[in-house]
């Protein structure tokens, strides 16, 4: 799969959330989240502010780094971080905040166009590849596109674009471990899901004792924090596949635990 495909399904998944914001009444966007402090407003400011810097980061890596040195400066506590990325958002409407966010996005695809396969993008960690830095940012889109539709109590429908997150989750394993400063363990898991379309998707070590199978969105949801692996279908054998599901933080940033079950 190429840097294009990837484009293309990020920028798909960023029309299907703004398929639910959208249409939302003003007093809608002020639905608070399960992201502590955040409401839906909030939620879809943190995804303007970072497309927006995505797009900095692709057409001009010196203007990035200088932002992200400043940035990182300010970052000293939580309502710092809240107030620095989402205190212009906060300041919108709701029909202002959405076209914000459009922009920032459409500002990040017109960047995203010019990338190849093997170019690398600065980030706030170290630089990514660019398929990773932009399923990275489909990650993010569907992560926080799930928090909106839990506060408004959605059932979403999903497409096999998630494959990218499976895929994401499947490989930042050893970072889950690595990010608490915990050794990896060399216990080989195998990873069989669902696909949304009905196929069947085999990752990691395929013939591995230890696994981890059932529905490819509850496998997303577990990495992406988003709901405990106890209140999913997947069906996990093997103490370090079970661990892993525990631990598991497909996004950077220093670590954090995922929700208690029924929660």
């Known amino acids: 799969m190429d840097v294009n495909q990837v484009r293309a399904d990020l920028i798909a998944e960023q029309e299907s959330l703004d398929a639910i914001v959208g249409p939302l009444p003003d007093e809608a ?9 955040w409401t ?13 810097t995505a797009a900095l980061a692709m057409s001009d890596e010196a203007s990035f780094v200088a932002h992200r040195d400043e940035l990182l400066a300010a970052f000293t506590s939580d309502e710092a971080v ?12 709701p029909s202002e905040l959405l076209a914000a966010w459009r922009a920032d996005r459409a500002a ?17 960690g170290p630089s990514m590849g660019s398929k990773s830095f932009l399923t990275a940012r489909l990650m993010e889109c ?17 497409d096999d674009r998630i494959s990218h997150i499976v895929r994401l989750g499947v490989i ?28 069947r998707w085999d990752l990691g070590d395929v013939d591995a004792d230890e696994t981890i199978a059932g529905p490819a969105v ?16 997947l069906e996990v054998s093997g103490t370090a596949a079970r661990d892993w599901m525990l631990k598991a933080q497909v996004f950077a940033g220093p670590p954090t635990d995922g929700p208690q079950p029924r929660s």
Not at 218 to 233: G, K, Y
């Open 142 to 158: 569907w992560a926080h596109g799930q928090d909106v539709a839990d506060a408004l109590h959605l059932e979403r429908e999903h």
């Open 82 to 93: 809240d107030d620095v990325t989402l205190g212009r958002y906060r300041s919108m409407s």
């Open 172 to 199: 930042t394993r050893g970072w889950s471990y690595i990010n608490r400063r915990l050794e990896v363990p060399d216990v080989p898991v195998a990873v069989h899901l669902d696909a949304p379309a009905g196929a």
């Open 40 to 52: 839906i407003g909030d939620q879809i400011g943190h995804l303007a502010y970072f497309d927006g």
């Open 218 to 233: 509850d496998f997303c949801l577990v990495v992406t924090q988003r709901r405990h692996v106890d209140d999913t279908a």
């Open 29 to 37: 966007w002020a639905t608070p989240t399960a992201s502590p402090r």
């Open 108 to 124: 990040c695809a017109a960047a995203s166009a010019t990338l190849t396969d093997d170019q690398r993008v600065e980030w706030y």
